[in-house]
């Protein structure tokens, strides 16, 4: 890594110190010469810029910031783009992260934490007007000001809405605490992927805590996806109820039934402001509108008491008197009725809200007679089935599906199947003749028809090389599967010409060898294979075929990326006994990829994975524990492993375990109550040649074992290596 510090960059910024290293950059605190002010320089790392995605996602962060003014962001004041440095110049801000804060803090007061959210609100508010969406919000991207202000920071993976919004990559792994579902499942994401992340920012300040941690970022994003978070008032019973509404609301799982905006949320921030009993009525199984609040208003026991008596006189108690008697009686069978009819309303409403949800499974390229009708795997769906044609599609396959693949909904709600229509009918168009053979391909295969073939005859009434006649006739309904024959006119004394072979050639060698026959190039297009880029894969006309001179030809060449590829995969398996079993799963791209059981006999297990595109991040996890982690790109055949890791695995079964936490520069009083409250009592002390009476206080230098990120038996004996804390 390049140290700038002492130099002067373009003759204007004079670097002083470093403040900051990230992933991609590091950022230095620097004298802008001309502008007589200290500024912050972003600079990309020098290893990043031969990097295309790394540079691109900082070229990323410098136009997501040009384009926004607001006091919660910080300002960009200049950028350089140079082959050999590239670096933003950003206002500098003197004060911590919010992370920073809330690890001091552990716990921040309820008023302080909605003062900060309402910040980074209309943070995100303007940035999303401006139709950029952060996705990266967290504490480590919020700086706090000495005033109490904040700063949000880092459009570093920032997306304009209309660009492409997929972002569950090795980039994002580190921010897992705080990312979305849609965002943990690779999904498309939009602004409501910010109101997550606000949601959690939220559940950390107010209950000191994260909603999902595990000893793996995998384990988080699965729980992003599938777990939900314990509720802040069970961690923190002082955190008012209306708060506590507006942290979940915010972190519901479908985008749908979160906050729909920042504005939205600011909205019910504010009533929460200026009334903290509210209560808010949030209702995720039916079609949001906006958020409402109610108040429970209650007449108190002292108004009660103070009602003025309607006293009678103490005469003339007869027929008065009786039907003020009979008007209680009344009044407590109505009330009865309407006690009996709120407890079963009140049943009902509880399990209207409280309806099962299920992810929606993916439906498209089944077969929908022989893979889904039927079967008991699909028994919590109900399907609305629509027949379309499709020429491309066998019959009964699913090609498009509504609800997509991934989202959640309530268990029994219509899912919509579109599947390719069975003996589809279409009509022959009436406006062909005159056209070129390509276009009319195309038009009649978007109707649905795929058996289409051409053939020549002469014809003076158009042109050469136009359609001149086509059966089955114009306006003829036939079976889509049928073959349908277009003749191209030709001048009946051309010359026909053998069709030259140029599948397997290199694109630009097979046009020329296609022009240098008489033919033309026609339309090239382009799909998945493992040939090298640009090789010709597929030709519309086959090799010999006689074809008049000028004809055009079609191709279809690689993208020189497979489909889908696989890889092996060879894991040593622990030995600890010759019958023990144990799950073995694979993830990648943090989704299962493979589970299955195995020995654990200390034989060598061979894994199959597959996919396509990448590289993506894998991990072999057994009981919860990472054996081999690693990179695998499926744009390779077969596929390419990289960057392998292999850890050992601890058996764990004969006696309960957790990992040791990390004690290392703590006092021996705060190092032994944190071991014993984490369940590890076996503790010894080297005093290092001292004496454990001296009276000195001792700290922990170090501690065996040190590794912690392996959960460990609480047997384990764990030695800590200790020293004076200043000189005895």
Same mark, same amino acid.
């Given at each position: 890594?390049?140290?700038y510090?002492?130099?002067?960059? &373009? ?5 002083k110190?470093?403040i ?5 950059a590091?950022?230095?605190k620097?004298?802008?010469n ?5 500024v912050?320089?972003?600079?990309l790392k020098?290893e990043?810029l031969a990097?295309e995605?790394f ?6 962060e410098?136009?997501?910031? +040009?384009?926004? =003014?607001?006091?919660n962001?910080?300002?960009?004041y200049d ?7 590239q670096?933003?110049?950003?206002e500098?801000?003197?004060g911590?992260?919010?992370?920073? *804060?809330i690890?001091?803090?552990? @716990?921040i ?6 003062h900060?959210?309402?910040q980074?609100l209309?943070a ?9 969406v952060?996705?990266?919000i967290k ?12 700063k949000?920071?880092?459009?570093? %993976? ?7 919004t997929?972002?569950m990559?090795?980039?994002a792994i580190g921010? @897992?605490? *705080? ?6 499942r690779g999904e ?6 910010? %109101?997550?992340?606000?949601g959690?920012v939220?559940?950390?300040m107010i ?10 970022a995998?384990s988080v994003?699965?729980m ?9 008032? &069970?961690?923190? &019973?002082?955190?008012?109820i209306g708060?506590?509404?507006?942290t ?33 009525d949030?209702s ?11 108040? !429970?208003?209650v007449p108190?026991?002292?108004?009660a ?6 006293? +009678?006189? +103490?005469?003339a108690k007869?027929?008065?008197?009786s ?7 009344l009044?407590g ?5 309407l006690?009996i ?6 049943? $009902?409403?509880? /399990?209207?809200l ?10 498209i390229g089944?077969?929908y007679?022989e893979?889904? !009708?039927?079967?008991s ?6 399907f609305e089935?629509?027949?379309q ?12 599906? =509504? ?6 909904i ?5 899912v919509?199947?579109?599947?390719? /229509? ?23 295969n978007n109707?649905?028809?795929?058996n ?10 158009? +042109? ?7 059966t ?6 036939? &079976? ?8 191209v ?7 026909? /010409?053998?069709?030259p072979?140029?599948?397997g050639?290199? #694109?630009e060698?097979?046009k020329?060898?296609?022009t ?14 493992s040939l090298?880029l640009?090789t010709?894969i597929?030709?519309?006309a086959k090799?010999?075929?006689m074809?008049p001179?000028g004809t055009?030809?079609?191709?279809i @060449?690689?993208t020189g ?7 092996n ?7 600890i ?12 791209n943090?989704? #299962?990829? =493979? ?6 006999n200390g034989?060598s297990?061979t $894994?199959?994975l597959?996919?396509?595109?990448g590289p993506y991040?894998?991990v ?8 081999c ?26 006696e309960d ?6 004690v ?8 032994k ?6 369940g ?9 040649g001292?004496?454990e ?10 501690q065996s074992?040190n ?11 764990i ?9 005895a």
């Open positions: 890594m390049d140290n510090v002492g130099k002067r960059l &373009d003759g204007r910024y004079e670097i110190d470093i900051g290293v990230g992933g991609m590091v950022v230095y620097a004298y802008d001309i502008d007589d002010r200290i912050a320089i972003k600079v020098e990043f990097n995605e540079r691109r996602r900082f070229k990323n410098s136009k997501a910031i +040009a384009v926004l =003014s607001h006091p962001i910080v300002k960009v950028v350089s783009f140079g082959d050999k440095l670096y933003i110049v950003m500098y801000i003197e911590i992260t919010l992370k920073e *804060y690890e001091q803090q552990k @716990v007061n309820w008023k302080e934490a909605v900060f959210v309402v980074i209309r995100l508010q303007h940035a999303h007007d401006k139709g950029i952060h996705r990266d504490p480590q991207n919020i700086m706090l000001l000495q005033n109490g202000n904040i949000v920071t880092d459009f570093g %993976i920032a997306r304009f809405s209309r660009s492409e997929r972002t990559t090795e980039n921010s @897992v605490h *705080y990312i979305s579902p849609e965002q943990a498309i994401t939009d602004d409501k992927a910010d %109101i997550y992340s606000v959690v939220l559940y950390e209950t000191g805590r994260l909603p999902f941690e595990s000893d793996s995998v994003a699965i992003q996806v599938q777990s939900e978070a314990v509720r802040p008032r &069970d961690i923190n &019973d002082t955190i008012p708060l506590e509404q507006i979940m609301h915010a972190m519901q799982k479908n985008p749908r039934d979160r906050y729909q905006s920042a504005a939205e949320m600011l909205l019910d921030l504010e009533e929460f402001k200026r009334n903290p009993s509210i209560k808010f949030y995720y199984f039916v079609d949001k509108e906006p958020t409402r609040f109610v108040e !429970k208003r108190s026991r002292a108004a008491l103070s009602e003025p008596a309607n006293v +009678a006189p +103490a005469v007869t027929e008065t008197e039907k003020n008697r009979s008007i209680p009686l009044a069978i109505v009330a009865g009725v006690i009819v709120a407890v079963f309303g009140g049943i $009902l409403i509880n /399990k209207l409280n309806r099962e949800k299920i992810t929606v499974a993916n439906f089944m077969n007679e893979q889904i !009708k039927g079967n795997k699909y028994a919590d769906y109900k089935i629509v027949e044609a499709n020429g491309t599609k066998t019959a009964g396959e699913v090609f498009d599906q =509504s609800p997509i693949a991934g989202e959640e309530v268990k029994g709600k219509i919509k199947l579109v599947i390719a /229509k069975s003996n589809a009918t279409a009509t022959i168009p009436d406006n062909l003749i005159g056209k070129t053979y390509t276009e009319v391909y195309d038009i009649l109707l649905g028809f795929s289409i073939v051409q053939d020549y005859v002469s014809d003076d009434t158009v +042109a050469d090389g136009t359609v001149a006649k086509i089955p006739a114009a306006g003829t309904s036939t &079976d889509t599967s049928s073959k349908v024959t277009v003749y006119s030709k001048d009946s004394a051309a010359d026909l /010409k053998p069709v072979g140029v599948v050639w290199a #694109l060698m097979a020329m060898n296609i240098a026959t008489g033919f033309q190039v026609g339309l090239i297009d382009s799909k998945p294979s090298p640009n010709v597929e030709q519309s090799e010999g075929d074809l001179a055009s030809i079609n191709l @060449v690689s990326v497979p489909e889908s590829s696989s890889a995969l060879s894991v040593t398996l622990p030995n006994g010759a019958t023990a079993t144990r799950t073995l799963s694979v993830f990648v943090n989704e #299962l990829n =493979s589970q299955k059981t195995v020995l654990m034989g297990h $894994l199959s597959s996919g396509s595109g991040d894998f072999v996890i057994i009981d919860e524990q990472t054996v982690a690693g990179k695998v790109d499926f744009t390779k055949t077969p596929a390419e492993i990289t960057e392998r890791v292999d850890t050992e695995y601890t058996d764990n079964s004969g375990g957790d990992i040791i936490p990390s290392v520069e703590k006092t021996k009083l705060v190092a109550t944190e071991l014993e409250h984490a590890f009592k076996n503790v010894e002390y080297d005093y290092q001292k004496s009476t001296d009276s000195v206080v001792w700290v922990v230098e170090s074992p590794d912690v990120t392996i959960i460990m038996p609480y047997s384990t004996k030695v800590l290596k200790l020293k004076p804390a200043v000189d």
